[in-house]
């Protein structure tokens, strides 16, 4: 008897739904514009969500945060390396503190760095380092535009802190 791989889908599909209380997909389907079968392969991983099926289910559970989750999981979000973690607020909070620290030191060195217009081969590693310090603090400022949109502040809405992805 042949195997069937599972694919799991996008957990915070499942969330949003649950944290609108929808407690099944029956439920779901009249916020919704698909079927509770649908719902069920999205939520399964079965069926490929596309940019406008998360407009649809964000719009219909009043979750935007759905749409920047979608654009760190898309393959755009994913080639680019851009995350959006749920944090805890103490956490973040404590994390974007670190980072703003940290910031001034990096941009002192790229400061170094640009001087003569050239990264030569003695700058290379530092500026490696530094584009890796600002992959974290921009992984950071995601974290935290996360939670003003779980918030509900619809000024850190992920289409005007520059996404980076189409069609939201």
């Not at 649908?38 to 596309?50: D, S």
């Not at 759905?66 to 654009?71: D, F, I, N, R, V």
């Not at 973690?85 to 400061?111: C, G, H, W, Y």
Request: one cysteine or more.
């Amino acid at each position: 008897m042949p195997v069937t791989e599972r694919k799991d889908g996008p957990a915070y599909l499942r969330e949003a739904r649950l944290r609108a209380g929808c407690v099944n997909r029956g439920t779901a389907a009249t916020r919704v514009p698909f079927s509770p079968e649908t719902i069920g392969r999205h939520e399964r991983g079965e069926v490929q969500i596309n940019p406008e099926d998360v407009v649809q289910y964000a719009k219909g559970y009043e979750r935007s945060e759905m749409l920047y989750q979608y654009c760190a999981d898309c393959p755009v979000g994913r080639q680019t390396g851009r995350t959006a973690t749920d944090r805890p607020l103490p956490f973040a909070t404590l994390r974007v503190s670190r980072m703003i620290d940290e910031a001034q030191k990096v941009a002192d060195r790229l400061e170094q760095i640009a001087f003569d217009g050239v990264i030569d081969e003695s700058e290379k590693e530092d500026f490696g380092k530094a584009l890796v310090f600002l992959r974290q603090l921009e992984e950071t400022i995601s974290d935290m535009i996360l939670l003003g949109v779980s918030a509900g502040i619809e000024k850190a809405a992920p289409v005007g802190a520059g996404s980076g992805c189409k069609g939201n």
